[in-house]
């Protein structure tokens, strides 16, 4: 059985308010954790890696939500996860993540910080798209379709 490597950022998992802000299509945060988990599980076996860029579940809901997912997770904190610890089933990244010429991070690096030859794969921004697509890619859910990505897709 071969391990495939995911990419994800920001779901906020029972953040009602996402809904409005980033005009996520659902009704409920009810509704869309649910959508959110079946997307993943759709994708993500229980044998890969995923790689969750950050704000993963609003105020310290992610031990409900964790258990419910597919895969081992490791998360780059976001600013909306300080309350997650390694017990609520996460492994926790201090800092960023450089896999050959990525660098995997929470906010986007500024393009004048980006370090030549290196892509930033990010989260944060949502459904923003002020950055450099050559240099840059936003990874947030409502990017792809509520669901992680191969990392072999991103790398393409």
């Not at 995923?50 to 939500?65: C, N, P, Q, S, T």
């Not at 010429?101 to 030549?116: K, S, V």
Request: proline letters at 4%; a neutral charge.
């Amino acid at each position: 059985m071969t391990t495939e490597v995911f990419i994800t950022s920001d779901h906020h998992f029972f953040h009602q308010n996402i809904i409005k802000y980033c005009s996520r299509p659902f009704y409920s945060y009810q509704e869309m954790n649910q959508v959110m988990i079946d997307k993943w599980n759709s994708v993500v076996g229980v044998n890969d890696i995923v790689i969750h860029l950050g704000d993963f579940a609003w105020r310290g809901k992610a031990g409900l939500i964790r258990p419910k997912l597919n895969g081992t997770i490791l998360l780059v904190k976001g600013n909306h996860d300080e309350l997650i610890k390694g017990e609520d089933g996460f492994i926790i990244v201090e800092g960023n993540i450089i896999i050959k010429n990525m660098i995997l991070t929470h906010r986007p690096i500024p393009l004048e910080e980006l370090p030549e030859g290196m892509i930033n794969i990010f989260g944060h921004i949502h459904h923003n798209n002020v950055f450099d697509k050559t240099r840059q890619v936003n990874i947030s859910v409502e990017k792809t379709d509520y669901k992680p990505i191969r990392l072999k897709d991103i790398m393409k």
